[in-house]
């Protein structure tokens, strides 16, 4: 029995979560894979509530469950996901690109991971005023730089495509900070010769996600940096809909969706379930490697190859060219797993 803490967050964040615990409840009834689901408060809703946006019976729950489930919150995002990234040490964000067939993707041959730092950079909140001035602080350490880059090394290694890092920041313009991060990945490439090293700026990276998305495998960058790049290759793949990513540490993950709450459609029962889904597919694969559990990556395997061929028979939701509406669509993958 797996311990699964769900945050159900605002805007979409709980038609989401309500489609998220209805396939884990059938996976749970149909595969013999046993999940108790524990749902927590925090973001906008857990602020006005209780007048914190992260609890402290949120935290203690996470903290004693097996992996969490995460769905968008709104305005009150740095207090909830940045502190829980840095208090659990999350420190790989992982957010996967890949065509799939009937999708709006730029291209049908583009599959790339991008391993952004989840833990520095300007993501850490420590801005200030000095005067008139606004000041944000950019720490780059050496420890966390070498730490990121090994795990997009590894990653690459088992990945069964390119075999291809590509280390993306602006050293000609912030020498000492990119110029660190830089140098840590490329002396962390020197474990690797069979891996492909190469470095592109940011802005290159950014113009080369369009122009050529085909050529990146694996793409590892610092925090800011990684967060603006996942929007687009999910973009460029078909839309954040369909866009899940992981925070992985050492001994722990959290699984939310690419895109926030997305406060325009909240309500409205049109949201795509996928990127939520597809999260409970990367917490499958975790959970597996972790517990050496071989039916986690059977179950999540069967979730994707659902959610993809209904895609390619024109069941899918409104972002993505269908007609379905969240609650349609998390019928028929429930009715296909
Ligand atoms: P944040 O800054 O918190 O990441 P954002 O303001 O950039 O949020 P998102 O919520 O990430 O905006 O989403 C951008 C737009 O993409 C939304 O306004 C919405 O129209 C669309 N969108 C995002 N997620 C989904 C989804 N699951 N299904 C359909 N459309 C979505």
């Not at 305005?75 to 999708?103: C, F, G, Q, T």
């Not at 540490?249 to 996928?274: M, Q, T, W």
Request: net charge negative; hydrophobic share 40%.
């Amino acid at each position: 029995m797996y311990k699964i803490s769900l945050i159900t967050g605002d805007g979409i964040g709980p038609e989401l979560s309500e489609s998220a615990e209805s396939v884990l409840n059938t996976i749970h009834d149909k595969y013999d894979l046993k999940f108790e689901i524990i749902k927590l408060l925090a973001g906008d809703s857990a602020l006005k509530k209780t007048g914190a946006a992260l609890p402290m019976n949120t935290i203690d729950t996470i903290k004693k469950s097996d992996a969490c489930l995460k769905a968008p919150v709104g305005e009150s995002a740095a207090d909830v996901i940045v502190v829980l990234r840095r208090m659990l040490d999350l420190y790989a964000n992982v957010r996967p690109a890949k065509s799939y067939p009937h999708m709006p993707a730029l291209r049908d041959d583009i599959d790339m991971v991008i391993v952004r730092e989840n833990t520095e950079d300007l993501y850490t909140g420590k801005e200030f005023t000095v005067g008139n001035a606004a000041v944000a602080l950019r720490i780059i350490t050496e420890y966390a730089s070498k730490r990121i880059a090994k795990y997009a090394f590894e990653s690459a290694k088992q990945r069964n495509s390119k075999k291809k890092v590509t280390c993306v920041h602006k050293s000609n313009v912030m020498r000492i900070t990119d110029g660190l991060f830089a140098k840590a990945c490329t002396e962390v490439s020197k474990s690797y010769p069979d891996i492909l090293f190469e470095q592109m700026y940011v802005d290159a990276c950014a113009m080369n996600l369009i122009r050529q998305p085909e050529q990146f495998d694996v793409i590892v960058t610092t925090n800011l940096f990684g967060d603006i790049l996942s929007d687009e290759s999910s973009q460029v793949v078909g839309g954040l809909g369909m866009a899940p990513a992981a925070n992985i540490g050492d001994n722990f993950a959290l699984f939310e969706p690419v895109h926030g709450a997305a406060f325009d459609i909240a309500g409205k029962n049109i949201a795509n379930p996928s990127s939520f889904l597809l999260s409970i597919k990367m917490m499958l694969d975790w959970l597996g490697v972790k517990h050496s559990d071989t039916k986690c990556f059977e179950v999540g395997q069967k979730l994707e190859t659902t959610i993809f061929d209904l895609v390619k028979t024109g069941v899918k939701t409104k972002d993505i060219g269908g007609d379905k509406n969240t609650t349609d669509f998390t019928h028929e993958i429930i009715k296909n797993l």
